[in-house]
């Protein structure tokens, strides 16, 4: 809870660096800062240009990929020509592990973020306490031609407290050339899925690079099984969190880790190991035929395998011989204004930049699908085709009545690591068993929260 968290925050902040925000301060060692030089430039073309108080807007967010921080590092750079008076700082924390813990104490510190990354419904604290600005009546954010759904993955308890940006879905990027080599396709049912990975494997090829060293992969991997099955079950996060339902009330469950079993056959030593960076190192070096991730790093793959031969593609993973999969999409990067800022005008007029004239660019830079729909001849045809999917036949994370917040995701998100380690090592705990492990931690949140 971030009332709780606020008082820990409070009590440590001595000891702690303070975070930068409107009224000024010193960055944290974690803190990924505008260049000294071109702040310096920027408070010269501020005083040179009359152009208003020279304020320095603080972004804290948890976008872990080189080409986002670059991508936004350069619209910053582009909103300073007509705004010389701002100046910023980027605050990056592992969204995984420190992210939560250390906005609730730049909250508590008093030196608090101006724009803080995160989907409103999975940080209810921030709303709870005043610290997420109400942008229902937001004219340009109105004006986005969004989708119901994709708002409301913006949006918490009927209000739109967030500019959505991007979307972001996952599924199985491959090697072209490995996949040309060997005569292999696409496979379009379980079945063919299973062939595939066989083939590889009787190849000596490394069927796939596994990330379980980052906390979110299993979340991530499962919910393209899950969030299809559910569509009759919108409120089960909702249940879920009350303890009204338990994980084992619902079968697809257990068929969410049968499906995710067959995708853990013949894993890597290197498996749970094995982070972000590291796993898409090896993918791009030929290192294995496929790597399960999403859509926000295909701007990676591409500066990892810049001046290469190195191609490659996306499929959407089947979880049956009926074709029921479908493309599960969510609002990526999203981000809310502190209301209690000195600088919340600026902040808001950043993000209305940010999705309207820097729309483009961000894209570009990043290669990621703007949730508008609004496309570019620069982007590659891979991110055009997911865009494709997600207008034509794909789900929204957006359809359920609430998403898990932060607690019930970090306890989700454990406890699928720990099944996936179980099963990486040869030791696999039973389906019942990491359900109720699970479960288990679920409860302890609703004890702790009555």
């Known amino acids: 809870m971030l009332k709780k968290s606020l008082a820990i925050g409070l009590s440590v902040v001595m000891a702690a660096?303070?975070?930068?925000?409107?009224?000024?301060?010193?960055?944290?060692?974690?803190?990924?800062?505008?260049?000294?030089?071109?702040?310096?430039?920027?408070?010269?073309?501020?005083?040179?240009?009359?152009?208003?108080?020279?304020?320095?807007?603080?972004?804290?967010?948890?976008?872990?990929?080189?080409?986002?921080?670059?991508?936004?590092?350069?619209?910053e750079e582009e909103f300073k020509k007509t705004h010389p008076n701002i100046t910023f700082e980027n605050i990056f924390y592992n969204q995984g592990t420190d992210y939560f813990p250390q906005l609730s104490t730049a909250?508590?510190?008093?030196?608090?973020?101006?724009?803080?990354?995160?989907?409103?419904?999975?940080?209810?604290?921030?709303?709870?306490?005043?610290?997420a600005m109400d942008l229902t009546d937001n004219d340009v954010i109105k004006n986005l031609n969004v989708s119901p759904e994709d708002l409301n993955d913006a949006s918490a308890n009927g209000k739109v407290y967030a500019v959505p940006i991007d979307?972001?879905?996952?599924?199985?990027?491959?090697?072209?050339?490995?996949?040309?080599?060997?005569g292999l396709e696409v496979p379009k049912t379980l079945t063919e899925f299973?062939?595939?990975?066989?083939?590889?494997?009787?190849?000596?090829?490394?069927p796939f690079i596994d990330l379980y060293?980052?906390?979110?992969?299993?979340?991530?991997?499962?919910?393209?099984?899950?969030?299809?099955?559910?569509?009759?079950?919108?409120?089960?996060?909702?249940?879920?969190?009350?303890?009204?339902?338990?994980?084992?009330?619902?079968?697809?469950?257990?068929?969410?880790?049968?499906?995710?079993?067959?995708?853990?056959?013949?894993?890597?030593?290197?498996?749970?190991?094995?982070?972000?960076?590291?796993?898409?190192?090896?993918?791009?070096?030929?290192?294995?035929?496929?790597?399960?991730?999403?859509?926000?790093?295909?701007?990676?793959?591409?500066?990892?395998?810049?001046?290469?031969?190195?191609?490659?593609?996306?499929?959407?993973?089947?979880?049956d011989d009926e074709g029921s999969a479908k493309l599960c999409t969510m609002v990526d990067q999203s981000f809310m204004v502190n209301p209690n800022s000195d600088c919340a005008e600026e902040a808001v007029e950043f993000l209305e930049y940010w999705v309207t004239d820097g729309a483009l660019t961000w894209s570009e830079t990043t290669m990621m699908p703007l949730i508008t729909g609004e496309s570019s001849d620069k982007l590659l045809p891979v991110v055009k085709s997911m865009a494709e999917l997600k207008a034509n036949s794909s789900i929204s994370q957006g359809i359920f009545t609430k998403p898990f917040n932060t607690e019930f995701v970090n306890a989700w998100r454990k406890g699928l690591i720990s099944y996936a380690e179980s099963v990486c090592t040869g030791k696999p705990m039973t389906h019942e068993e990491c359900l109720n492990n699970i479960q288990s931690l679920f409860d302890d949140i609703i004890a702790t929260s009555k």
């Open 17 to 75: 660096e303070v975070l930068t925000g409107c009224s000024g301060g010193s960055g944290t060692t974690e803190t990924k800062a505008a260049d000294t030089g071109k702040t310096e430039a920027a408070s010269e073309a501020a005083t040179e240009g009359g152009s208003g108080e020279e304020k320095t807007l603080t972004v804290f967010h948890y976008m872990g990929q080189s080409v986002k921080q670059q991508g936004l590092e350069k619209l």
């Open 107 to 131: 909250l508590a510190s008093g030196e608090q973020p101006d724009i803080i990354m995160g989907n409103p419904a999975t940080y209810p604290e921030l709303i709870e306490n005043g610290y």
């Open 167 to 182: 979307f972001k879905a996952s599924g199985f990027f491959y090697n072209v050339k490995m996949f040309k080599e060997n």
């Open 194 to 206: 299973d062939q595939l990975v066989e083939t590889l494997h009787s190849k000596g090829i490394d």
């Open 213 to 319: 060293g980052e906390g979110s992969t299993g979340d991530i991997e499962t919910r393209g099984i899950i969030v299809p099955r559910a569509v009759g079950d919108l409120d089960l996060y909702e249940k879920l969190m009350s303890g009204e339902k338990k994980l084992t009330d619902y079968d697809y469950m257990d068929e969410a880790l049968s499906v995710w079993d067959k995708r853990m056959t013949y894993p890597r030593m290197d498996a749970m190991a094995n982070n972000q960076d590291k796993a898409l190192e090896l993918f791009v070096t030929g290192q294995g035929a496929m790597i399960f991730t999403g859509n926000w790093n295909i701007g990676e793959m591409l500066a990892k395998s810049e001046g290469t031969d190195f191609e490659f593609d996306f499929f959407l993973p089947p979880i």
